[in-house]
């Protein structure tokens, strides 16, 4: 059993605990407001969503950089859209991006219930690809930060997940050990195979349903938790 043997859990951050595509869409709405920009909103975040996944997959694998990913996804984004808009616009509307995201904090449902569910028994702990800098707000904007003795992010590490260098580092500084961890996250790639790299225990938080190996333990719902833990 589970219950038994973990002491420590930890969560990824965006797309699992706190709701990325919602806060996304209304720091997109708040900056087109502001800089007269007549797109339909659910129309750009629709071919968005999908070319920014790309670029995150390419950043993760260390293909790109981190300014290269803030740039492209819009400039890739405004051409499939047709809509022409200078470079210095881009530049401007991805600095007011990562500014405005964390002002935004729905969280995914479920998540106050279980992380106050887990949190009596089980140390609990962020590791997270986003950035540094956006990252810490989106907790404490979001009144979660409490709840989470140790966070890791990718820029502190100077890796990314799955690298099993995050993970390692996640581990030594909160004191625990790959027996008795769990994590928790979106990403099949990053949260489930990393972890199962260093034979961490995963749980894939997998909203949409996607088909997976009959041996990962997967989840629609985070309030599933109180089924496993």
């Known amino acids: 059993m589970l219950k038994t043997k973990i002491k420590h859990i930890f969560f990824d951050l965006d797309h699992t605990l706190w709701d990325f595509d919602k806060n996304s869409g209304l720091s997109f709405k708040q900056i087109f407001e502001e800089k007269n920009i007549h797109l339909n909103l659910e129309a750009f975040l629709k071919i968005y969503e999908p070319i920014n996944f790309s670029y995150w997959k390419l950043y993760r694998e260390e293909k790109i950089t981190k300014e290269k990913l803030r740039y492209r996804r819009l400039k890739d984004t405004f051409?499939?859209?047709?809509?022409?808009?200078?470079?210095?616009?881009i530049d401007q509307i991805s600095e007011d991006y990562i500014e405005y995201l964390p002002n935004n904090n729905f969280l995914i449902e479920g998540t106050l219930e279980i992380l106050n569910y887990l949190k009596p028994s089980y140390k609990?702990?962020?590791?997270?690809?986003?950035?540094?800098?956006?990252?810490?707000?989106?907790?404490?904007?979001?009144?979660?930060?409490?709840?989470?003795?140790?966070?890791?992010?990718?820029?502190?590490?100077g890796v990314k997940k799955p690298n099993a260098k995050v993970f390692e580092y996640a581990l030594k500084e909160a004191g625990a050990n790959k027996e008795n961890s769990l994590m928790i996250g979106d990403s099949y790639e990053a949260d489930v195979?990393?972890?199962?790299?260093?034979?961490?225990?995963?749980?894939?938080?997998?909203?949409?349903?996607?088909?997976?190996?009959?041996?990962?333990?997967?989840?629609?719902?985070?309030?599933?938790?109180?089924?496993?833990?």
């Open 79 to 89: 051409e499939a859209l047709n809509y022409e808009i200078s470079d210095e616009l």
């Open 124 to 157: 609990l702990h962020i590791i997270t690809n986003g950035f540094e800098r956006v990252q810490q707000v989106k907790l404490e904007k979001s009144n979660i930060n409490s709840f989470f003795d140790v966070v890791v992010t990718s820029d502190s590490v």
């Open 193 to 229: 195979l990393g972890a199962q790299a260093l034979d961490i225990t995963p749980i894939y938080y997998n909203e949409k349903n996607v088909p997976v190996e009959s041996d990962v333990k997967s989840i629609n719902s985070l309030l599933e938790l109180k089924k496993i833990l």
